[in-house]
Nanobody
Framework: QVRLLESGGGSVQAGGSLRLACEASGSRYSRNCMGWFRQVSGKERERVASIGIGPSITYADFVEGRFAISKDNDGSILYLEMNSLKPEDTGRYYC????????????????????WGQGTQVTVSS
């Protein structure tokens, strides 16, 4: 059992920054892979970034070097530092964790196997 609680969302102007955090509880073996997703209005939930042991990190193409995913030493807090935000980044951002091993970018794409937080809203105005 893993519980995930996101925070840090808010409203910013284009070009601004936000830092999202996800507090994770439960066995660390249940969150070998972690990641951030987002759901933009009218679209399906999409992967933003993943992080695994190592850490191995992967970003979606649309990140374009603007975001950075990280976690604390024991993996109980996951972060997403977002810079140069654009209006199209507006959406609800979700933290995900999976007990599965492997390429974490692929692992978390199996959304039915993930643990999920409730999400935090990010709004970027032009």
């Amino acid at each position: 059992q893993v519980r995930l609680l996101e925070s840090g969302g808010g409203s910013v102007q284009a070009g601004g920054s936000l830092r999202l955090a996800c507090e994770a509880s439960g066995s660390r073996y249940s969150r070998n892979c972690m990641g951030w997703f987002r759901q933009v209005s009218g679209k399906e939930r999409e992967r933003v970034a993943s992080i695994g042991i190592g850490p191995s990190i992967t970003y979606a193409d649309f990140v374009e070097g603007r975001f950075a995913i990280s976690k604390d030493n024991d993996g109980s807090i996951l972060y997403l530092e977002m810079n140069s935000l654009k209006p199209e980044d507006t959406g609800r951002y979700y933290c995900a964790a999976s007990a599965l091993h492997g390429d974490c970018w692929q692992v978390i794409s199996d959304t039915m196997s993930n643990w999920w937080g409730q999400g935090t809203q990010v709004t970027v105005s032009s």
